[in-house]
């Protein structure tokens, strides 16, 4: 370094000097960051004086002076602007600012005028995951206390299963038909009792308190060894729900009936709720599906009826009265030539061997050829619920013929082909594939025009309708001459779902049919007739 050359360079204002936060830990982490900034601070011209200056004093063997050194070089540092020349710095607080005070106060054995900060104090982040749900707040505890207080004051030796319900209902605040559920759950032992602090214990020790009802009743239900539900652990709770529910109070005599009630309600839950189909319901399917809340109506409204999610009497009705009609030797299992007669021979040939084919679904009957009543449930609400979601994944599976995800024209006119022979069979003007291609694209409008994903499906609020053109004739017809009438009474109940108003033109139509029967057979007491008839 040419030294003398050094001392013409102008001087550095410390105001202007600045350089970005660089903790002693990085330092450490990058040598060739501490070469570069020591050569940087080698470079200053003030540092070439001070440092020709020891080098002349250790020559002449006069003692060095460090601290005064230090502060020289500390308090005057080169301005790059000639004297006068330079711009106005920032106006700046007249309190000490903190870079100021930790430079000032820094020991530098070199007297450098760099500015070193300290590191950012870390933030300490809270809590947000617990193994067995996050703790209820203070405030929702202390009152659930008193209220499991209050209940178990007069019971202190704790309460019988028969007792349990305000605890379930006031307590939990979950429907009055998990009350033995919930009862047998705590009671491990089998004792027969439930006391406050085995209560306690369960409910609020163990944070049920503070879970969504989704997973209070996923846990209440489920065995201990699972992380899921099946068919069988609704059992108990169906049970329960037909021995004390006022509207179902006249099915009690009926045993029988009341098997075939569960049965039906449990495939229908599984239907909607179980959309992997594997018949193991997991916690994230009951909470995407609307269960919890169909269980609180039906514990509520006094007419079992007006629950059309899963507990509607009448739907049972409907799907056990269209199955018995269908299985004419009643051993409960019904062949393909017996659903070929399903809706007044709306299904073809080809869409029937697709489903006894079981590619939309493996049959739970365990005989060959044979569909069981299970099969049944899930075929007719996939038939008469064309607007729903599992509807549509189960009759894209039947249309795909080739199972690669897509349906091709050739698989849609490969199973259209059917319904225009039976057209002229029955003289009615045909309508072209080729009409009918278009018409589909037109009504779906899929992002590629030469197939048809199921998203494009599920994308369209007339997806079933294409279902209905391609093996079901008599829909097909109706479809092309609706009723605008229809349409407007649709249209001003949303809510009701195309399931819905089928069952409700059935039970109308199947009660008839029996009144006149009755009258016929100059009996009003149904149940009194032999078991061969459903009802």
């Known amino acids: 370094m040419d030294i003398d050359s050094a001392e013409d360079v102008a001087c550095l204002d ?39 200056s020891l080098i002349d004093d250790a020559k002449a063997g006069t003692a060095i002076n460090v601290s005064s050194a230090n502060a020289a070089g500390s308090n005057s540092l080169p301005s790059m602007f000639p004297a006068g020349t330079a711009p106005p710095l920032s106006p700046r607080s007249s ?28 933030e300490e982040i809270p809590q947000f995951y617990f193994q067995n749900g996050r703790p209820p707040p203070k405030d929702l505890k202390e009152h659930c206390l008193s209220s499991i207080n209050h209940l178990f004051n007069d019971h202190p030796n704790g309460l019988h299963i028969d007792e349990f319900k305000p605890v379930t209902k006031e307590v939990c605040k979950l429907p009055t038909f998990l009350s033995s559920a919930l009862f047998r759950k705590i009671d491990i032992d089998c004792t027969g009792i439930v006391t406050r602090d085995a209560f306690i214990k369960f409910w609020v020790d163990s944070n049920m308190l503070a879970m969504d009802r989704a997973t209070q009743v996923f846990k209440i239900l489920k065995q201990s060894d699972h992380n899921f539900l099946t068919q069988v652990d609704f059992k108990p709770v169906l049970q329960e729900l037909l021995e004390t529910h006022p509207g179902l109070e006249f099915l009690r005599g009926t ?23 594997n018949g193991r319901l997991t916690l994230r399917e009951l909470k995407r599906g609307n269960l919890i809340a169909a269980m609180q109506q039906a514990d509520e409204e006094d007419d079992i009826n007006k629950v059309l999610r899963y507990f509607s009497y009448e739907h049972f009705y409907v799907i056990y009265c269209k199955f018995w009609e269908l299985d004419t030797d009643h051993d409960f299992l ?34 060959e050829g044979k569909m069981g009543y299970e099969d049944f449930v899930y075929f007719i609400l996939a038939e008469e619920d064309k607007s729903s979601e599992p509807s549509l994944e189960y009759w894209f599976k039947c249309i795909d013929l080739d199972e690669n995800g897509v349906l091709t024209p050739n698989e849609l006119q490969f199973f259209y082909e059917e319904q225009l022979h039976r057209m002229e069979c029955i003289a009615l003007e045909p309508v072209l594939f080729e009409d009918v291609l278009c018409q589909i694209v037109d009504m779906i409008a899929p992002k590629r025009e030469d197939y048809i994903t199921l998203r494009d499906l599920k994308g369209c609020k007339l997806s079933g309708n294409v279902f209905n053109i391609l093996f079901n004739l008599n829909k097909f017809m109706a479809f092309e001459t609706r009723d605008p009438f229809l349409i407007r009474q649709e249209r001003e109940d949303p809510t009701s779902t195309e399931w819905d108003r089928f069952a409700h033109r059935e039970y109308i139509r199947l009660s008839m049919e029996e009144d006149v029967e009755d009258a016929s057979n100059g009996s009003a007491d149904v149940w009194e007739e032999s078991l061969e008839a459903p009802f």
């Open 255 to 277: 045993p029988e009936f009341q098997e075939r009630y569960t049965e039906t309600v449990i495939y229908r839950i599984f239907y909607y709720t179980n959309r992997s189909g």
């Open 334 to 367: 019904i062949d393909r030539e017996s659903l070929t007669r399903y809706g007044n021979h709306g299904l073809t040939y080809r869409i029937v061997d697709r489903i006894f084919s079981q590619v939309p679904r493996k049959f739970n009957s365990r005989v």
């Open 14 to 52: 410390a105001g202007l000097l600045q350089l970005n936060e660089v903790s002693p830990f990085a330092l450490k982490l990058s040598p060739q960051l501490v070469e570069e900034l020591y050569s940087q601070w080698l470079s200053l011209p003030d540092t070439a004086r001070l440092v020709k």
């Open 95 to 122: 309190s000490v600012s903190p870079c100021t005070s930790k430079q000032r106060n820094s020991p530098s054995s070199l007297g450098s005028p760099l500015k070193f900060f300290t590191e950012p104090i870390q």
